[in-house]
T-cell receptor
Framework: GDSVTQTEGPVTLSEGTSLTVNCSYE??????LFWYVQYPGEGPQLLFK?????EKGSNRGFEATYNKEATSFHLQKASVQESDSAVYYC???????????FGKGTSLTVIP | EAAVTQSPRSKVAVTGGKVTLSCHQT?????MYWYRQDTGHGLRLIHY?????STEKGDIPDGYKASRPSQENFSLILELASLSQTAVYFC????WGLGVYEQYFGPGTRLTVL
């Protein structure tokens, strides 16, 4: 079945350093890939989505490239801020279906 | 803007008691979902629904029932609450069509079973 595996946390970084959260997926379909972010006390919210292979998504300085050959969708940011402290979820959904598969989440804490 | 609300926001229940968590969306979305969130497990799908008066089992349905009386409302019911059901529960909604649509989440309900 479909699955998503991502970097296990927690991850602690200093402000201004770079971030990479690895995400790998398994599916036999043609998925759309997502990154969600969850701030403390809130529900997850969409960071961005990428529906097509070899395309890049980005938002708020975060970016990820849909790599179909490597079945990966790694989240990157060049310089993190304290406000980026949150839990990040990688997810996939197969085209034509509305079932979502989430990774276990990666907790990020950024120290000023 | 899309809106999903949940009630109550937090609840303490006793083992063996009945618990009902409610979700309301004003997005006019067809799909609604219930997830539970636990440390180390992320988000796990309990039940979902794509039309009123119909529900489907997700990945971890045991011990939970769901009810979708209207397009806007979706409830999660724990008939006999157990300690293992202590978690944060999220409701979500999404549109449906030819593409893939993101899910919009509510703020969550923190359930503690004692």
């Amino acid at each position: 079945g479909d699955s998503v595996t991502q970097t296990e946390g927690p991850v602690t970084l200093s402000e201004g350093t770079s971030l990479t959260v690895n995400c790998s997926y398994e599916t036999k379909q043609y998925p759309t890939l997502f990154w969600y972010v969850q701030y403390p006390g809130e529900g997850p919210q969409l960071l961005f989505k990428v529906p097509k292979a070899n395309e890049k998504g980005s938002n708020r300085g975060f970016e990820a490239t849909y790599n179909k050959e490597a079945t990966s969708f790694h989240l990157q940011k060049a310089s993190v801020q304290e406000s980026d402290s949150a839990v990040y979820y990688c997810a996939l959904s197969d085209t034509g279906y509305q079932n979502f598969y989430f990774g276990k989440g990666t907790s990020l804490t950024v120290i000023p | 803007e899309a809106a999903v609300t949940q009630s109550p926001r937090s609840k303490v229940a006793v083992t063996g008691g009945k618990v009902t968590l409610s979700c309301h969306q004003t997005n006019n979305h067809d799909y609604m979902y219930w997830y539970r969130q636990d440390t180390g497990h992320g988000l796990r799908l309990i039940h979902y629904s794509y039309v009123a008066d119909s529900t489907e089992k997700g990945d971890i349905p045991d011990g939970y029932k769901a009810s979708r009386p209207s397009q806007e409302n979706f409830s999660l019911i724990l008939e006999l609450a157990s300690l293992s059901q202590t978690a944060v529960y999220f409701c979500a909604s999404s549109d449906w069509g030819l593409g893939v649509y993101e899910q919009y989440f509510g703020p969550g309900t923190r359930l503690t079973v004692l």
